[in-house]
């Protein structure tokens, strides 16, 4: 069985950096042919597709979030890893880390994914 958690802080200032880790046990995140999203949700709104990381170590992301996004992975310890920066209350959500067994074709669609962490919430205010 498969599992994702996410960690990281649950409060950030305007202007900094979110950091965000997602921790995968029960497969590793270099099997072929995975790929590893973020995908966030706004209070009020749908589902918002960030950005993944594919089994190869090759990144994609989101355009509308491209030139503030990051993602990485340490193989070592099965960790894949979301950098969000100069961020605003608007990038306010809560933030999953999700598995697909391909590169997800309709990335807000919530069957893309077998599976998920249980999500966790940031919020950016001063």
């Known amino acids: 069985q498969v599992q994702l958690q996410e960690s990281g802080p649950g409060l950030v200032k305007p202007s900094q950096t979110l950091s965000l880790t997602c921790t995968v046990s029960?497969?590793?995140?270099?099997?072929?042919?995975?790929?590893w999203s973020w995908i966030r949700q706004p209070p009020g709104k749908g589902l918002e597709w960030m950005g993944a990381i594919a089994y190869s170590g090759s990144t994609y992301y989101s355009p509308s979030l491209k030139s503030r996004t990051s993602i990485s992975r340490d193989t070592s310890k099965n960790q894949f890893t979301l950098q969000l920066s100069s961020v605003t209350p608007e990038d306010t959500a809560v933030y999953y880390c999700?598995?697909?067994?391909?590169?997800?074709?309709?990335?807000?669609?919530?069957?893309?994914?077998?599976?998920w962490g249980q999500g966790t919430q940031v919020t950016v205010s001063s």
């Open positions: 999700a598995r697909s067994g391909r590169f997800p074709s309709r990335p807000e669609a919530p069957d893309e994914y077998d599976y």
């Open positions: 029960g497969g590793s995140i270099t099997t072929n042919y995975y790929y």
